[in-house]
């Protein structure tokens, strides 16, 4: 089986369109599913330091805005950017006008100030990265010197994707379908 051949560009317009695609559904597959709502939220969530009330946090790869809604009710004042605009939409809608959001790619440096955010989150979105460099150099850019970064990733121990070859820690272009409620991406 031949490998497909990796063009960021690409890569990138078919995630923005697949997530574009899922934004209107998101939300009601993801957060009370025993995945998103049951272990990485809470897992993320309880490696964030407290209390963030009063901090300025970026949620770097917010989607439809769970992670962002969290942190608005701790107090924080959140900053959420996604690469897709109708995630943008639904984490602007979830969070009633309470945070700023942004649509920006993290695969390019992120449009915000040196030394601007006490902490980070950034939940399951780097696995769409080729290369983590211009992200994890953008996050130490935005933190502040005693800033605090969770970042969470799929679990190793989970199941291969059908057209993964190497293992959890080779870097390789994969794809899988998802189908959330009426919704079928690739």
Same mark, same amino acid.
């Given at each position: 089986?031949?490998?497909?051949?990796?063009?960021?560009?690409? /890569?990138? %317009?078919?995630? *923005?369109?697949?997530?574009?695609?899922?934004?209107?559904?998101?939300?009601?597959?993801?957060?009370?599913?025993?995945?998103?709502?049951?272990?990485?939220?809470?897992?993320?969530?309880?490696?964030?330091?407290?209390?963030?009330? %009063?901090?300025?946090?970026?949620?770097?790869?917010?989607?439809?805005?769970?992670?962002?809604?969290?942190?608005?009710? @701790?107090?924080?004042?959140?900053?959420?950017?996604?690469?897709?605009?109708?995630?943008?939409?639904?984490?602007?809608?979830?969070?009633?006008?309470?945070? @700023? $959001?942004?649509?920006?790619?993290?695969?390019?440096?992120?449009?915000?100030?040196?030394?601007? $955010?006490?902490?980070?989150?950034?939940?399951?979105?780097? /696995?769409?990265?080729?290369?983590?460099?211009?992200?994890?150099?953008? $996050?130490?850019?935005?933190?502040?010197?005693?800033?605090?970064?969770?970042?969470? +990733?799929?679990?190793?121990?989970?199941?291969? +994707?059908?057209? @993964?070859?190497?293992?959890? $820690?080779?870097?390789?272009?994969?794809?899988?379908?998802? *189908?959330?409620?009426?919704?079928?991406?690739?």
């Amino acid at each position: 089986m031949s490998r497909p051949t990796y063009d960021a560009a690409e /890569h990138r %317009g078919q995630t *923005r369109e697949a997530y574009d695609r899922l934004a209107g559904v998101w939300s009601m597959t993801t957060d009370d599913g025993p995945y998103n709502g049951g272990l990485e939220r809470p897992a993320l969530r309880s490696l964030v330091p407290q209390p963030v009330a %009063g901090q300025r946090v970026l949620d770097a790869g917010c989607g439809s805005g769970a992670q962002c809604a969290w942190l608005l009710d @701790q107090g924080a004042d959140v900053v959420g950017v996604d690469l897709s605009e109708r995630m943008v939409d639904e984490a602007v809608r979830r969070c009633g006008g309470r945070g @700023q $959001f942004l649509v920006a790619d993290l695969a390019e440096p992120l449009p915000v100030e040196p030394r601007s $955010f006490h902490g980070i989150t950034c939940s399951l979105a780097l /696995h769409y990265l080729a290369d983590w460099r211009v992200p994890l150099e953008s $996050f130490a850019k935005a933190l502040r010197p005693d800033g605090w970064a969770v970042i969470s +990733l799929d679990h190793p121990g989970g199941p291969p +994707l059908p057209d @993964q070859q190497g293992g959890y $820690f080779d870097t390789e272009l994969v794809s899988d379908t998802w *189908r959330k409620a009426d919704v079928e991406v690739t």
